[in-house]
């Protein structure tokens, strides 16, 4: 149990249609990332949020996006959604950006 | 360019056997390492983290080591058994950018009774 929880668990959306996914993190874990990882491979780092504010972006385009609230939750949202967004999204949490992260669960995306 | 590579990519095992599981990263210049596994279809669950200024650490029956020099960290699993079949991924942090971790593909490992 990592404290960290992610919904929903499952999802399928249609190509071009948008996606919001949630994350709740541990109290006091002010920073927040999130990962897309691939079938066969390693997670790859989408974008991190620190109090509220994007502070680290990966190789993403725009129409991923992010936020984070007070209350330790946060969104991932993908707009115009290709056939290759569909991958496991992982959730992060941690008191600050460096220090030990955990997981939460994922949310296995399946765009058709 | 900063990446981390795990090899092999899947390893097989009789129940009872130590075993080492590789992870290479390109730049030692790292702010810490985290060894983490992953069943399938599920999220990672944190297995060792080791900090730039640490040698090694232990958690039961695994053991984690770290070579900033030659770029090598190893995670010995004693006395395998099938509950230890996973895939297990190291993750890199560097000093350059320390709130992103860089993933290696992961070894999936099976522990044959």
């Known amino acids: 149990e990592t404290g960290v929880t992610q919904s929903p668990t499952h999802l399928i959306k249609t190509r071009g249609q948008q996606v919001t996914l949630r994350c709740s993190s541990q109290?006091?874990?002010?920073?927040v990332s999130w990962y897309q990882q691939a079938l066969g491979q390693g997670p790859q780092f989408i974008f991190q949020?620190?109090?509220?504010?994007?502070?680290g972006r990966g190789n993403f385009p725009p129409r991923f996006s992010g936020l984070q609230f007070p209350n330790y939750s946060s969104e991932l949202n993908v707009n115009a959604l290709e056939l290759d967004d569909s991958a496991l999204y992982l959730c992060?949490?941690?008191?600050?950006?460096?220090?030990?992260?955990?997981f939460g669960q994922g949310t296995r995306l399946t765009v058709v | 360019k900063q990446e981390v590579t795990q090899i092999p990519a899947a390893l097989s095992v009789p129940e009872g056997e130590n075993l080492v599981l590789n992870c290479s990263f390109t730049?030692?210049?790292?702010?810490?390492l985290q060894w983490f596994r992953q069943d399938p279809g599920k999220g990672l669950t944190s297995l060792l983290l080791?900090?730039?200024?640490?040698r090694e650490q232990t958690s039961g029956r695994l053991n984690a080591s770290l070579d900033k020099s030659s770029g090598r960290s190893t995670l010995y699993i004693a006395a395998s058994q099938p509950g230890d079949s996973a895939t297990y991924l190291c993750?890199?942090?560097?000093?350059?950018?320390?709130?992103?971790?860089?993933f290696g593909d992961g070894t999936t490992l099976t522990v044959k009774p």
């Open positions: 109290s006091g874990h002010n920073t």
């Open positions: 730049d030692s210049a790292i702010y810490n």
């Open positions: 992060a949490s941690s008191p600050t950006g460096a220090q030990e992260a955990f």
């Open positions: 080791i900090q730039s200024s640490q």
């Open positions: 949020y620190y109090r509220e504010e994007e502070n």
């Open positions: 993750a890199v942090r560097w000093n350059t950018n320390a709130g992103k971790s860089t």
